[in-house]
C-alpha cells in the first residue's frame, strides 16, 4: 500500500513507478530533508501537536536513518518515489505511530521546496568559496608576473601592450562579479518555505518563525502558493552558475590559443595534459577544452530550467521534479571545473622570450605616438592620420613604428624630438597608462594589494 494509497483501488504500474520515482537522484537531499524534519518536529511538539516523547523518538530515529544512508547501509525503495517518503516511512517503520506524525501540517510541495533552498545555500556558500581560491590564484599569478608584459589583443589583433598582471586581474574581476550574483541570490534562497504546506497553508496551529530560526532563515515566505510554485531561486542561481562558466570557458579559451605553437605565450604543467595515442610529439590542452566544453551543458541546464517553468499554471506541479537533475550537474560542474582551473593555474608559466617576441610586433605602440603629437597639441584625429602613415611606412619595410629612427619620424611630423623614444618603446607605453583602471605598473601594484586585502577581508 502507498503511503498515499487510501483512495485508489488498484495498484501503481510497475511501468509509472519507474517513471515517476526520482529517489535515484534527489536522495542527495536527504541531509536537508531530515534537517528540515527535525526542525519540523520541534515546532509540532512546542504547539502541542505531538508529545516531547514523539518528538524525542523522531529526532533519534532521524539520526539513525541519517547515520544508515552515510554509510550507505539505508536501502532506498524505488516504489516510495522520493527521498521524502523513504525517510518518513523508515521512520515509522522504526518508531510506529509517533513517526507517522511527522507530516503533520506539512506537505511535499513545501517539504521539497524547503530541501533544495538549504542545499542551493549550502552550494552557494562552496561555490562562492571556490571563486574565491580561483581569484587568489589569478592574484599569485599577477604578482608573480608583476613586471611581464603581454601584447592586448581587441579583434584577436595585437593592440597595446600590457602587463600579464594586468590581464590576470581582468578574470579576478569577472569571478568577483560571479561571487557578487551568488551573493545577491542567496537574499532569495534564504526564506523559509515549509508551512505553506500543500499549496493554501493549514489549519493547524504551526509557528513558522520558530521554523525559521531553526533552520537560520532570515525570512518567512509570504504567499503559501508562491511558495510551493516557485523555482526562481533555481533559476537565478542556474544563471550565476552559467556566467561562471562562460567566464571559464573564456579563460580555457585563451589557455588554449596560448598554448599552441603559434602563441607559445603559456606552458601548462604536464599533470594537466594528455598526449596522443597516434602523435607522439603532442601535449593537448585537454582540461581547458574540457572546461569550454562543460559551458554547453550548464547553459542547458538553465534553458532547462527557463522552459521547465513558463507553462505551469499555479501552484506546484510534477513537472517541477524535473528541476533536481540539471540543478544537481550544474553544481557538480562548476565545482569540478572552478577546482580544476585554481589548481591548474598554481602551475602556469609565461614564456616570457615569446611574449618579448611577439611585442616586437604589431606596431603596439602606435597609439602611444598619437598620444605623444597630442601632447604637443596636435588634435587627436590629424595625430591618428599621422601616425597611420608612418605605420604605413615602417609595415612596408618590414620593421615596427617603434623601430623608425628620429629624421624617419620627423617626415611625419616636424613636431617629434627625441623625447618621442620613451613612449614608443613597449614599457613605456605601459607605464604611461596611469589612468584609474590603466594597466601601469602602479595602478596595476594597487589593484594587487586592493585584491589581496579584499580576498583577506572576506576569507
Ligand atoms: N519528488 C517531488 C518533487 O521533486 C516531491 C514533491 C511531490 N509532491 C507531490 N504532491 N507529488 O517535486
Given at each position: ?140 599569478l599577477?604578482?608573480?608576473y608583476?613586471?611581464t608584459v603581454m601584447p592586448g589583443y581587441t579583434h584577436l589583433q595585437r593592440a597595446q601592450p600590457v602587463l600579464v598582471a594586468h590581464h590576470m586581474?581582468a578574470y ?77 570557458s573564456r579563460l580555457a579559451e585563451e589557455l588554449v590559443l596560448w598554448t599552441s605553437e603559434e602563441f607559445s605565450f603559456v606552458t601548462l604543467p604536464?599533470?594537466f595534459c ?7 610529439q603532442k601535449k593537448n590542452p585537454d582540461v581547458p577544452e574540457?572546461i569550454r ?51 591548474l593555474l598554481?602551475g602556469l608559466r609565461f614564456n616570457e622570450e615569446k611574449l618579448a617576441a611577439a611585442l616586437s610586433r604589431g606596431c603596439m ?35 615596427d ?25 613597449v ?33
Open positions: 500500500m502507498k503511503m498515499w494509497g487510501g483512495r485508489f483501488a488498484e495498484g501503481t504500474a510497475a511501468s509509472v513507478e519507474a517513471f515517476t520515482a526520482s529517489i535515484h537522484f534527489d536522495a542527495r537531499l536527504y541531509r536537508h530533508d531530515i534537517a528540515g524534519s527535525r526542525a519540523h518536529a520541534r515546532m509540532l511538539a512546542r504547539q502541542g501537536l505531538i508529545s516531547e516523547a514523539e518528538c524525542a523518538l523522531i529526532l533519534a530515529g532521524l539520526a539513525e536513518i541519517e547515520g544508515e544512508i552515510e554509510r550507505g547501509e539505508f536501502v532506498f525503495r524505488p516504489e516510495l518515489e522520493d527521498i521524502h517518503m523513504n525517510i518518513e516511512k523508515s521512520l515509522a517503520e522504526r518508531i510506529g505511530p509517533a513517526g507517522e506524525k511527522l507530516h503533520t501540517a506539512r506537505s511535499r510541495n513545501d517539504q521539497v521546496a524547503l530541501d533544495l533552498r538549504l542545499y542551493l545555500r549550502e552550494e552557494s556558500r562552496r561555490i562562492m568559496a571556490l571563486l574565491a581560491e580561483l581569484q587568489g590564484a589569478f592574484v599569485e599577477a604578482r608573480r608583476r613586471q586581474l579576478y574581476e569577472m569571478f568577483g562579479r560571479d561571487r557578487a550574483r551568488l551573493a545577491d541570490g542567496l537574499k532569495r534562497i534564504n526564506v523559509l518555505p515549509l508551512g505553506a504546506a500543500a499549496l493554501a497553508g493549514t489549519g493547524l496551529p504551526i509557528d513558522r518563525e520558530f521554523v525559521a530560526e531553526q533552520l537560520d532563515f532570515p525570512a518567512v515566505s509570504a504567499n503559501s502558493m508562491d511558495t510551493v510554485a516557485d523555482r526562481d531561486f533555481v533559476i537565478e542561481f542556474a544563471a550565476a552558475a552559467a556566467l561562471i562558466q562562460v567566464h571559464l604536464d599533470a594528455t598526449g596522443s595515442s597516434i602523435m607522439p574540457l566544453g562543460k559551458s554547453g551543458r550548464v547553459i542547458g541546464h538553465l534553458v532547462a530550467l527557463l522552459t521547465l517553468l513558463k507553462g505551469l499554471p499555479l501552484t506546484y506541479n510534477r513537472d517541477l521534479q524535473e528541476d533536481k537533475e540539471p540543478v544537481f550537474d550544474t553544481v557538480d560542474t562548476v565545482a569540478a571545473s572552478l577546482t580544476l582551473a585554481a589548481e598554481a605602440t602606435a597609439t602611444d605616438l598619437a598620444d605623444y603629437l597630442v601632447r604637443k597639441q596636435v588634435p587627436f584625429r590629424q595625430a591618428h592620420a599621422i601616425v597611420g602613415r608612418a605605420v604605413a611606412y615602417a609595415l612596408e619595410q618590414g620593421r613604428v617603434g623601430e623608425l629612427s628620429l629624421i624617419e619620424l620627423r617626415r611625419f611630423a616636424e613636431i617629434i624630438e627625441e623625447d618621442v623614444f620613451a613612449v614608443l618603446s614599457s613605456g607605453s605601459v607605464a604611461s597608462r596611469r589612468s584609474w583602471g590603466g594597466t601601469a605598473g602602479e595602478r596595476v601594484d594597487e589593484a594587487i594589494a586592493r585584491a589581496q586585502e579584499s580576498l583577506r577581508a572576506e576569507g
